[in-house]
């Protein structure tokens, strides 16, 4: 079992800034989803989940923010308001604490843009050397430690749709293996004409024309005795997480069973203590896999289904960073029992299948 | 052929690059105000200003000029001599 609980997290939405709006917006189970400018957003998608409004400089201040691209801002800002959250003793050691932060392809449309200004331009060097640092897809975790003073390990992490839980595995294992001795941990995702294109084209299935949302999610893992000591609320353990990989889209179902088979078996829990679980409703040829593998094992009267795909679109790289922050935010409400379980699972049409298991704060612990 | 005019707009145009750059109001900046100690600009920027100018005026300025580069007037001189040399 993991020694980390989550106590601070922070949420960059298409409900808006801050952990606030997006656990009423989850609670109500109020779409976010609405048309799209068209003029700043062309491409073959007329609806979308974007953060409102969003400019990273009515966040984090003009000076430096420029040349920062979306997917960036949305990063700092998020981690920023976690910092701001957690209090000033977060800061305080900044050598120790580590940032595991999730993306797709870093920003796409940087990359892109930067590579058409080289194709297009007088000469090839005729680029923006301000804009380069956007092409790399270390960009956002780097700089929101840059930023932030940060200075513990900072590892990127890529996955598709797992990448909130493989960011949150290996997070785990970076605390474990005594690398910091706490740290944060999230996932973020831009809205792109470049990325509408990418997914248009990649996706399968009559999956095509879902709407695509952005975001971003950041929590913030350490032991309940250093959450305890800083006077930060455990909001939920992490018990453990479990991954497979499967060859053919008809696999998926049982890679993903056995990934929850393991995780209550690590865990030592039984099924019927699992109250939510969050799919990451992935579509296409695998739209339905993970209602049909958690019902293989919770059994059909079992837990609340928390999909998040309705309200925010599909948030690819954010995805299962958002499912968590959901779950975070129902595990907040009162009738959350102590000691309930909560599972967020994810499938990607790369053939990777896994989940996170959860366990809400005890009374001891909160 | 460079008319006062023109000279005078360049100029005017050059430090507006500059000043969007370096983050800084064009009021902050003189004729010799130095980039590095009075506008905290790094090698990041001298690099940034250099390209800018580059693209803007569709000139080749070699990196051996940063050096030369310290404030607007030095600035507007490496990029009339660029422009007179095209």
Redesign the interface.
């Known amino acids: 079992m993991s020694a980390l609980v989550f106590s601070t997290w922070s949420a960059v939405s298409p409900y808006g800034v801050g952990s606030e709006p997006f656990r009423t917006g989850i609670q109500a189970g109020r779409s976010a989803i609405g048309a799209l400018d068209r003029a700043a957003f062309p491409g073959p998608f007329t609806e979308g989940a974007l953060v409102p409004d969003f400019n990273a400089a009515d966040h984090i201040g003009?000076?430096?923010t420029?040349t920062m691209d979306r997917v960036t801002g949305i990063a700092v800002t998020a981690v920023g308001l976690l910092l701001a959250d957690g209090g000033p003793e977060l800061t305080s050691r900044p050598e120790e604490t580590g940032l595991v932060l999730g993306t797709g392809s870093g920003s796409v449309q940087s990359i892109m843009d930067f590579t058409r200004d080289s194709l297009v331009?007088?000469?090839p060097?005729?680029?923006?050397?301000?804009r380069f640092p956007n092409t790399v897809m270390n960009r956002a975790a780097g700089q929101s430690a840059i930023w932030h003073g940060i200075k513990g390990p900072n590892t990127t992490i890529a996955g598709g749709r797992l990448t909130g839980l493989t960011a949150l595995s290996y997070a785990a294992r970076l605390h474990r293996g005594g690398h910091c001795a706490r740290v944060l941990c999230g996932a973020a995702e831009e809205y792109s004409e470049q990325r509408a294109w990418l997914e248009w084209h990649g996706r399968d299935g009559d999956d095509r024309t879902s709407p695509l949302g952005e975001g971003g999610a950041v929590f913030l893992l350490e032991t309940a005795e250093d959450a305890r000591a800083a006077g930060r609320r455990v909001r939920a353990r992490l018990l453990t997480t479990r991954f497979r990989a499967f060859a053919e889209p008809s696999d998926a179902r049982a890679a993903l069973a056995e990934c929850v088979r393991d995780a209550l078996k690590q865990a030592g829990a039984r099924a019927g203590e699992v109250r939510v679980v969050a799919p990451a409703e992935t579509g296409g040829h695998l739209a339905g896999t993970e209602e049909a593998a958690i019902g293989d094992v919770l059994g059909s009267a079992g837990p609340r289904l928390l999909g998040s795909r309705a309200l925010l679109g599909d948030t690819s790289a954010a995805t299962a960073g958002l499912q968590l922050a959901a779950v975070l935010s129902l595990l907040d409400d009162e009738e959350t029992p102590p000691g309930a379980l909560a599972l967020v699972t994810a499938v990607d049409r790369d053939g990777t299948a896994g989940c996170a298991l959860l366990a809400a704060a005890t009374n001891e612990e909160s | 052929m460079t008319t006062a005019a023109t000279s005078a707009e360049r100029r005017a145009q050059i430090k507006g690059i500059i000043c969007d750059i370096l983050e800084i109001e064009p009021s902050d900046m003189t004729g010799t105000s130095r980039f590095k100690e009075d506008h905290e600009a790094d090698s990041m920027g001298a690099i940034e200003i250099l390209s800018n100018l580059e693209r803007t005026y569709g000139i080749d300025l070699d990196q051996s000029v940063l050096p030369r580069m310290v404030n607007l007037d030095a600035v507007v001189t490496v990029v009339d001599e660029a422009v007179a040399a095209k």
């Open positions: 003009r000076k430096g420029r331009g007088e000469r060097y005729h680029v923006d050397p301000a």
